[in-house]
């Protein structure tokens, strides 16, 4: 049920508001709108504070009395996006749907940039205006300066934009829109240099076209122009769980027993999947596991197959991954070209150090905790610092003692400061042995059907 909130009306002279108030009252961005009397109305949105358009007033935060409009029609959605800035979703809860900028939207979650419009059909359209932008950045001095104008670019059935969602080593990801699904896709944009890379790439991509499962991000369809890739896949409007994890800060950056153990339930569900058709993953970690819609309890999809792996149950000797979630025998591959590693295992390896980063707010092997390295809260906003081209304290720290950290991670050796789970958050079910749950994460293989404590309300159909 989400909290009441603010409908200003404005003058009709003036569409919009000086961005200093909203900052500091932590309103991010507002849809603005003329109401069936002819007055213009403004609702506000806060950073994980959800609105509910819709005709239901029990239900909803912004009524509209019109027979054409679902008890539930839309609800919307800001949280903060991984580059910094913020992420306003709209997800169509109706039966008639909704229309983006002119494009019918059939059940499905749309991202809203700044300018966009949605309309409830035959009813009220509503504009949106971001009060917090994302400054747009040279990559060198060189560089055009970018433009805040967004462009399209038709692919295919797909129009793209160029509205950058993330960025990497070696892609980027745009949003895109597929006119005959009515719904918004990722675009993952690769640069292939040489044609074995090419072939790589192909063999990678129709590995991952095969898999079909709630909790892995599909692939819907690739196209290639010269040597640059399109990969358009399923879009996730919650952020990656790293983000949604660091905006825990009421709670020191730590997700509710109750949450956690759903979150784990559909990552190793996914893993399991994977597993049985011999695949591994080699690079889980929490900015690889995408939120489905943003809110609590969220359905959790497998995503950034790039280091991905057929026959993963065969030694390899090429070690991949991020150190901080590599097992002990990876560990020891990476400093010993002679000594390889299984991906399967690795893999469960890794989604046990997540388990323990949702319920402890920090890294088991990242850093020591004493008085240079407070843990917790500083191992996230030591990330977030780093963006911003500085780094923290504790993460010069942790770069320093690298070579500590793997040989904590070989060893096995871990002196915790403080007991990390006596001050965790319960959630609504009732606890459960935290040995237990972490040495269950670790050895699993195959999950029974979840136990009814793990069926939430929030749950979605198809998982």
Not at 166 to 178: I, K, R, Y
Not at 386 to 409: A, H, N, P, W, Y
Request: include cysteine; charge should be neutral; aromatic fraction near 8%.
């Amino acid at each position: 049920m989400p909290g009441t909130i603010s409908v200003f009306k404005q003058d009709s002279q003036r569409d919009s508001y000086a961005h200093k108030p909203y900052s500091n009252s932590g309103i991010c961005a507002k849809l603005v709108t003329t109401n069936q009397n002819g007055g213009r109305d403004a609702i506000v949105l806060g950073i994980n504070k959800p609105v509910i358009i819709g005709r239901n007033p029990a239900l909803c935060s912004y009524v509209i009395r019109d027979s054409v409009v679902s008890s539930v029609h839309c609800k919307l959605y800001a949280i903060y996006s991984s580059t910094g800035g913020i992420v306003v979703s709209c997800q169509d809860l109706s039966m008639n749907g909704i229309i983006l900028n002119g494009h019918k939207i059939r059940k499905a979650s749309v991202i809203l940039m700044d300018g966009d419009t949605i309309e409830i059909p035959t009813s009220q359209t509503f504009k949106c205006v971001h009060l917090w932008k994302e400054r747009a950045e040279k990559e060198n001095i060189f560089d055009p300066t970018p433009s805040s104008q967004i462009s399209y670019k038709q692919i295919g059935r797909y129009t793209v934009t160029s509205h950058c969602l993330g960025s990497g080593s070696f892609a980027t990801v745009h949003l895109a829109l597929d006119v005959e699904e009515h719904r918004q896709v990722a675009c993952k944009m690769i640069r292939i240099r040489k044609d074995e890379s090419k072939e790589k790439v192909w063999k990678e991509v129709r590995i991952l076209m095969a898999l079909n499962h709630p909790n892995i991000n599909k692939v819907y369809d690739v196209d290639v122009i010269g040597r640059n890739m399109q990969i358009f896949l399923q879009l996730c409007t919650g952020g990656d769980l790293f983000t949604y994890i660091s905006s825990h800060t009421e709670s020191e950056c730590r997700l509710v027993e109750g949450e956690a153990k759903y979150i784990m339930y559909q990552i190793l569900k996914g893993l399991v999947y994977l597993h049985d058709k011999s695949i591994s993953h080699r690079d889980l970690k929490p900015e690889n596991l995408l939120l489905y819609f943003p809110g609590p309890y969220p359905r959790i999809l497998i995503a950034d197959f790039g280091l991905a792996r057929p026959k993963a149950y065969q030694e390899t000797l090429n070690v991949c991954g991020t150190v901080q979630y590599l097992p002990p025998e990876g560990i020891l591959a990476l400093d010993n070209k002679h000594l390889g590693y299984v991906g399967m295992p690795a893999d469960c390896w890794s989604a046990g150090v997540i388990l323990f980063v949702m319920l402890a707010g920090f890294h088991p092997f990242d850093c020591e905790p004493s008085s240079q390295c407070r843990c917790s809260s500083d191992f996230f906003s030591s990330y977030e610092d780093s963006q911003d081209g500085g780094l923290s304290e504790c993460s010069q720290f942790c770069m320093e003692k690298e070579v500590q950290t793997k040989r904590r991670i070989v060893d096995g050796a871990i002196d915790f400061h403080k007991d990390p789970w006596s001050k965790m958050p319960n959630g609504a079910l009732e606890p459960v042995s935290t040995p237990a749950l972490i040495a269950f994460t670790f050895s699993a293989v195959r999950l029974p059907d979840p136990p009814r404590s793990l069926i939430f309300c929030s749950q979605p159909k198809d998982l």
